[in-house]
RNA sequence: GCGCCCGUAGCUCAGUUGGACAGAGCGACGGACUUCUAAUCCGUUGGUCGGGGGUUCGAAUCCCUCCGGGCGCGCCA
């Protein structure tokens, strides 16, 4: 699938101007553009340039010439037509071209940063589209459990994305409160009040007694089983509640399934599905022929007993959203449940909605604690849960733990690890590049250093590598969210930002930004500035916060204090 | 058996949608604080990108196949 990703923001114009120029000499020289388009690259390796394309290479072979002769023809045109800025124009190897722009264009970019400010790497590419993101959506029977942080952290930072690329995103939760889990959870939490173990098939885990001794605390002696499970019920809402509210999640709907059967949702959904022409009668039960659009089998929406299945249920639910208003709906989902997904699809595309909704599928998360892996399911009992894990790592070091890796590896989150290292884990080690900036700031208040207008600044100090390296950094930034949002990749925002964060403390290794040289000083508060903002606008997106001041943690513990004299 | 995901340095993982000698962190070893917070920086060590074919000027990336691992394949949710 082709993912084009638009560049909407204003600044990178010596980049812009490039690939105009680009495309112009093809039309000189008469190659037409390729179906990919021009692209620029960043080499790996800097003597190859600030920026390379690839383009010779692509249309040599249609018109029949040898890729280094395209190469000098296009570099030619290029010389030609290119602006001040760029300073060489290249062919290198198999037929690169390879351009190296003056220090001036870099400061370009960092004067778009300050432009834009927090809308620096914010785009428009998604048009305003109303869009549906469903994540977590654990049944209500306990706690949420330490894998599902996963989806919490995953969702709400692509929650960001889409928003930050001008979609209008709406945060859902689906409350699974209607259908058998919830009663055998009602039973278990009865037996518990009752002082019994929970039925075979029940749920095991030892929270259950805590809750039950809430319970009785609340409704006293008596309790009915239903009104166990209703009392149970919203009991485990709130925890979910509380629970979200640590990492800072908040849903903006949480959608009662009770409410598709109370308001008929589901007997029209199965109506409609009728009038497609789409399900039949077998054994007694009614089925939905999904196995016309790609699934492997047939379904069955309605049992014998005549109860409607989870699938049913669940086609209602999205039927909803659409109705709703939301034009494209995302699921995220755990691996688990991926055999669902072409079923799901299927009812919807009869339903007139092919294509949605779209599930992005996770692979699962494997705790680990005291070296051996922790079973993670409430119903066997053995329960780590997200709390549990806010209890000793911070909500920043949770977050970005789960944004650390693609989403379509499985994730090994060791609590000894996570809690042990915790002092260098990369949350503070991009926090501490953000404290660093705000510290020089306050240093320069102190020493009563002004940082004047940016468009009074002459950023021409600007030209250490490790300051150019930052600027090249930014310029990327944009596509870099563009792409995580397309994708569906978070981690790609956290990948940049540890990068960018390595970059900044390099850096601020090799080029003191408060010196006795005014004009450099000017320049340099001002290139802190768009590093602050880099740096500050990702890990919002992230969900994660960009501190001010950060204290130095133990490492007190290794100086003894009475080597003071 | 079928479907989806994964296999990259001792470990944990990136890898700009096919580019130019494969990257980071941790680990190991050795250095750097009279100067904006050393939660930092610099250097050294370390890889048949699971194996084998194929496409291509060019493959960790695309196709086929085999091996290994995870997760699914209910009138459960």
Redesign the pocket.
């Known amino acids: 699938m082709q993912?084009p990703v638009r560049r909407t923001g204003p600044a990178p114009v010596i980049r812009d101007q490039l690939l105009h120029v680009l495309r112009a000499a093809l039309t000189e020289v008469g190659f037409p553009e390729p179906a990919g388009g021009v692209?620029l690259?960043?080499?790996?390796?800097r003597?190859?340039g600030d920026w390379?394309t690839?383009i010779a290479?692509?249309v040599a072979?249609p018109a029949g010439v040898a890729?280094r002769v395209a190469a000098e023809r296009l570099a030619t045109a290029i010389r030609a037509a290119a602006p001040p800025a760029v300073e060489q124009v290249d062919v290198?190897?198999?037929g690169?071209l390879?351009f190296r722009v003056a220090p001036s264009a870099w400061h370009q970019v960092l004067r778009a940063v300050v432009e834009r400010g927090e809308r620096w790497g914010r785009a428009e590419a998604l048009g305003g589209q109303r869009i549906n993101l469903e994540f977590v959506s654990a049944?209500p029977t306990g706690p949420l459990h330490a894998g599902g942080g996963r989806w919490v952290a995953v969702g709400d930072a692509l929650a960001n994305l889409l928003a930050a690329q001008g979609g209008v995103v709406h945060r859902e939760y689906y409350l699974?409160d209607a259908?058998?889990?919830l009663d055998a959870f009602g039973a278990s939490l009865l037996a518990r009040y009752e002082a019994r173990e929970p039925p075979d098939d029940g749920y095991q885990g030892d929270y259950l007694i805590e809750m039950a001794q809430r319970m009785r605390a609340e409704l006293g002696d008596g309790v009915t089983q239903e009104q166990a499970r209703e009392w149970g019920y919203l009991d485990a809402v709130s925890q979910l509640r509380a629970d979200l509210a640590r990492i800072g999640v908040q849903f903006d709907t949480w959608f009662s399934e009770r409410t598709l059967h109370e308001r008929g949702d589901v007997a029209a959904v199965l109506e409609e599905l009728s009038a497609q022409h789409v399900v039949f009668e077998?054994?007694?039960?009614t089925w939905l022929r999904t196995s016309a659009h790609g699934d492997?089998?047939d379904r069955?929406l309605v049992?014998?007993?005549g109860?409607t299945?989870?699938l049913c249920n669940d086609l209602a639910y999205h039927r909803d959203k659409l109705a709703r208003g939301w034009e494209h709906l995302i699921d995220i989902w755990g691996?688990?449940?991926?055999?669902?997904v072409k079923s799901l699809q299927a009812g919807l595309a009869a339903l007139g909605a092919p294509g949605e909704p779209e599930v992005v599928?996770g692979?699962?998360v494997k705790i680990m604690k005291g070296g051996k892996p922790v079973r993670l399911s409430r119903r066997a009992g053995d329960v780590i849960s997200l709390a549990d894990i806010l209890d000793v790592v911070d909500p920043d070091v949770c977050r970005l733990t789960f944004l650390?890796?693609?989403i379509?590896?499985?994730?090994?989150f060791d609590l000894d690890i996570v809690t042990a290292q915790s002092?260098?884990n990369?949350v503070?080690?991009v926090q501490?590049a953000h404290?660093?900036i705000a510290?020089?700031a306050r240093?320069a208040a102190v020493a009563g250093i002004e940082r004047r207008p940016i468009l009074e600044t002459n950023l021409a100090p600007l030209r250490h590598e490790r300051e150019l390296d930052l600027l090249r950094a930014l310029e990327q930034y944009p596509?870099v969210v563009a792409?995580a949002a397309?994708?569906r990749?978070p981690?790609?925002v956290t990948?940049w930002v540890?990068d960018f964060a390595?970059r900044f403390?390099?850096f601020?290794?090799d080029?003191?930004?408060?010196t006795d040289d005014a004009a450099l000083t000017q320049a340099r508060l001002w290139l802190a500035e768009s590093c602050r903002l880099g740096l500050s606008n990702a890990l919002d997106l992230l969900g994660v916060g960009a501190p001010d001041?950060?204290?130095?943690?133990d490492?007190h513990l290794d100086e003894p204090d009475a080597g003071a004299p």
Do not use: W
């Not at 690259?41 to 390796?45: G, V």
């Not at 379509?408 to 090994?412: G, K, N, Y």
């Not at 001041?549 to 943690?553: A, D, N, S």
């Open positions: 993912h692209a690259d960043l080499p790996k390796q003597e190859h390379s690839n290479l692509q072979k890729p290198a190897g198999p690169f390879n049944n699974n259908g058998s889990q077998e054994d007694g039960a492997s089998r069955v049992k014998s007993d109860s299945t989870y691996a688990d449940h991926h055999g669902q599928l692979q699962l650390l890796q693609s379509d590896t499985a994730q090994t002092m260098e990369p503070y080690y501490y404290a660093r510290s020089i240093r596509d792409e397309t994708l990749a981690h790609r990948t540890r390595a403390h390099g601020y290794r080029c003191r930004v408060l001041v950060m204290e130095r943690g490492a």
